[in-house]
């Protein structure tokens, strides 16, 4: 497996165009600290924005590359005449220099990063989640387990020692199947799922929802990652703080990569993993199971009301059976083929960047 990858020139162009931060630098925004980039420039690109501006350099016949390095007179017919848009494009991308420093800075650090122009890009993620996909990941660790999919298992930050047990005992299941489990980083219940496959000999998928350069300096971490049997992604940056927010579009990461999710512990109606089931469950990215029986909490049980399934075995049996299942890819509502059809409209976008 790969634990290093390197950022091509599309990559390169799209992180220009998209990167609101790299280590500690925040781009494009007022007061944002220095480092070489803008902090009056024009805000980076969305993901669906980065999307529509995809189709039309494919409608062109050009590639991400194309942008850099050009004045906005010269993108202007890559643009389909968006004059506007031409500017703002030529300004984010004169950023591509200094972020290329910082990129050779994270690669020292062991961090990589995947552009969604990049064959190492998970193609369930983009699949499933269509132009929101995150036009950039960055990672550490086996690159290639995150085409790998396997068995989500999520859970409450504070869940009981009842319910701990189980993650664990249901992820080194997983583990022994042969199946990477995929979590979100956290403690509690993920933190016992990543430690259970991990103990068990598997593979773990971690995507977080803050510091990937703080996490990669723990030791049993740089272990896992030299042992090419973890790899942590995060699609905010290097060196992001902790938000909700941010681990609310964590938990997307987390079903998208997997074939399978298992809730373990969840409070009904709030909370970050109630949000990232239901969200699960509405867009049909994977089927959820939730833990059901005895010790399962309330909010377990107003899931399955909303469509998860329910697991009523112990954590082994539960576990093994559901690595056991073979893939399943359910495009979902993020796929949306009505906004797709008027994205398509790139001219009219362009003009309004």
């Given at each position: 497996?790969?634990?290093?990858?390197?950022?091509?020139?599309?990559?390169?162009?799209?992180?220009?165009?998209?990167?609101?931060?790299?280590?500690?630098?925040?781009?494009?925004?007022?007061?944002?600290?220095?480092?070489?980039?803008?902090?009056?420039?024009?805000?980076?690109?969305?993901?669906?924005?980065?999307?529509?501006?995809?189709?039309?350099?494919?409608?062109?016949?050009?590639?991400?590359?194309?942008?850099?390095?050009?004045?906005?007179?010269?993108?202007?017919?890559?643009?389909?005449?968006?004059?506007?848009?031409?500017?703002?494009?030529?300004?984010?991308?004169?950023?591509?220099?200094?972020?290329?420093?910082?990129?050779?800075?994270?690669?020292?650090?062991?961090?990589?990063?995947?552009?969604?122009?990049?064959?190492?890009?998970?193609?369930?993620?983009?699949?499933?989640?269509?132009?929101?996909?995150?036009?950039i990941?960055?990672?550490?660790?086996?690159?290639?387990?995150?085409?790998?999919?396997?068995?989500?298992?999520?859970?409450?930050?504070?869940?009981?020692?009842?319910?701990?047990?189980?993650?664990?005992?249901?992820?080194?299941?997983?583990?022994?199947?042969?199946?990477?489990?995929?979590?979100?980083?956290?403690?509690?219940?993920?933190?016992?799922?990543?430690?259970?496959?991990?103990?068990?000999?598997?593979?773990?998928v971690?995507?977080?929802?803050?510091?990937?350069?703080?996490?990669?300096?723990?030791?049993?971490?740089?272990?896992?990652?030299?042992?090419?049997?973890?790899?942590?992604?995060?699609p905010?940056?290097?060196?992001?703080?902790?938000?909700?927010?941010?681990?609310?579009?964590?938990?997307?990461?987390?079903?998208?990569?997997?074939?399978?999710?298992?809730?373990?512990?969840?409070a009904?109606?709030?909370?970050?993993?109630?949000?990232?089931?239901?969200?699960?469950?509405k867009?049909?990215?994977?089927?959820?199971?939730?833990?059901?029986?005895?010790?399962a909490?309330?909010?377990?049980?107003?899931?399955?009301?909303?469509g998860?399934?329910?697991?009523?075995?112990?954590?082994?049996?539960?576990?093994?059976?559901?690595?056991?299942?073979?893939?399943?890819?359910?495009?979902?509502?993020?796929?949306?083929?009505?906004?797709?059809?008027?994205?398509e409209?790139?001219?009219?976008?362009?003009?309004?960047?």
């Open positions: 497996m790969t634990i290093h990858h390197r950022l091509g020139d599309d990559g390169l162009a799209i992180l220009a165009l998209t990167a609101r931060s790299t280590g500690g630098r925040v781009a494009g925004r007022p007061g944002g600290s220095a480092g070489g980039l803008e902090p009056d420039g024009p805000n980076p690109l969305a993901p669906k924005d980065w999307a529509r501006v995809a189709r039309a350099l494919a409608a062109a016949g050009a590639r991400p590359a194309d942008l850099l390095g050009r004045e906005a007179a010269d993108l202007e017919a890559l643009l389909g005449g968006a004059t506007a848009a031409a500017e703002v494009i030529a300004r984010l991308a004169a950023r591509a220099t200094t972020l290329a420093m910082e990129v050779e800075r994270l690669a020292g650090r062991g961090i990589w990063l995947v552009s969604i122009a990049d064959g190492a890009y998970p193609a369930r993620l983009r699949d499933r989640l269509g132009d929101s996909a995150p036009p990941l960055y990672g550490a660790g086996a690159v290639e387990l995150l085409q790998a999919g396997g068995v989500a298992i999520v859970g409450a930050r504070d869940a009981d020692a009842q319910a701990l047990a189980y993650a664990a005992e249901a992820a080194a299941a997983v583990a022994r199947s042969g199946r990477p489990v995929v979590s979100g980083g956290a403690r509690g219940i993920d933190g016992a799922a990543m430690n259970g496959a991990a103990e068990a000999g598997g593979s773990v971690g995507a977080l929802a803050d510091s990937l350069e703080r996490k990669v300096r723990a030791a049993d971490i740089r272990a896992l990652v030299a042992d090419e049997r973890l790899v942590l992604v995060s905010y940056g290097a060196d992001v703080p902790f938000s909700v927010g941010n681990a609310m579009g964590r938990n997307r990461l987390i079903y998208c990569l997997a074939d399978a999710a298992l809730v373990v512990s969840t009904e109606g709030e909370g970050g993993t109630w949000a990232g089931a239901t969200e699960a469950l867009a049909g990215w994977v089927p959820v199971y939730v833990r059901a029986g005895e010790g909490s309330a909010g377990n049980a107003a899931l399955t009301a909303r998860a399934l329910a697991l009523e075995e112990g954590a082994e049996e539960a576990a093994g059976a559901l690595a056991r299942r073979p893939a399943v890819h359910q495009e979902g509502a993020a796929l949306d083929s009505e906004h797709d059809q008027i994205a409209q790139q001219t009219l976008f362009l003009e309004q960047l």
